[in-house]
């Protein structure tokens, strides 16, 4: 395999520290994360940060469709003459949080599959905004800085335990694969990686009434970690919400309001954010 480090030097390209760029070149874990995604000839794969399309090759080996997903235009510019050979890769210049993951129309059922080493600084939005597009995706295999990975398999009472953790738990089922050193990587980062394997549930762990109400009720939650959730609730549902009917909500879903949102798992989050949403709706047609 040609290492990254020449590929970039052929092309002139200095990787950009603004774009987050560190470029995985260690073949073996390389291997190891195409291998999590368990690919198959009949499925789309997008791999969000091709770069200069090392992992792309591997990944279009086994699946019957890959989309390259770049937003530096200089790799761009690289993946589209080295892969020019393969037929079944299509390179699309643009920026993953702006990206419609519907588009990807598959001639196959199956689901696509994601796998990226995604930029560090920005990879919580990535995260939300791929769970946006759940219904249209089987598995992702990313990457993530370890401290980030840590919070995404937290449970609850911990200290990382936050709302990634109950976001990423209530559609998801989480594992940690890889630790990955930054030995790994070129440029080498000053941090650890981390590898997961997320698999979409097919439901996920409570039958959601609003999926944006849910977010909303998590976020509440822990607004602010030191304050009990019933003050959490109170200071974001107030004035809509009188006091006792956010208490009562609260003895419906079988939840002591003294407690802190940290110590709530995503099922009792979910029972709960179902009960504000009835309770919401019934003050509406009152």
Known sequence: MTSVRKVLKDYGIRPLKRLGQSFLQDI???NKIVGLADIRSDETVIEIGAGIGVVTELIALKAGRVIALEVDPRMVAVLRERLA????????HADVLQYDFSSCDSSSSRKMK?????????????????LSYRQHISTMILMFQKELADRLVASPGTKEYGIPSVMVSMYTHCSRELTVPGSCFYPEPEVKSSVLKMDIRERPRVEL????????????AFSQRRKTLMNNLR?????????YKIAMALREAGIDGR??????TPEELGVLSNTLHLLENLLEKS
């Open 209 to 220: 009434n609003d999926h944006l109400f849910f977010s909303r009720v998590v976020r509440t």
């Open 114 to 130: 994601i796998i990226g080493n995604i930029p560090y600084h920005i990879s919580s939005q990535i995260l939300f905004h791929l």
């Open 28 to 30: 073996n874990v390389i």
């Open 259 to 264: 407690r802190r949102g940290e110590s709530l």
């Open 85 to 92: 050979h393969i037929d079944h890769v299509t390179v699309i």
């Open 235 to 243: 200071s974001s549902f107030l004035p809509r919400f009188p006091e």
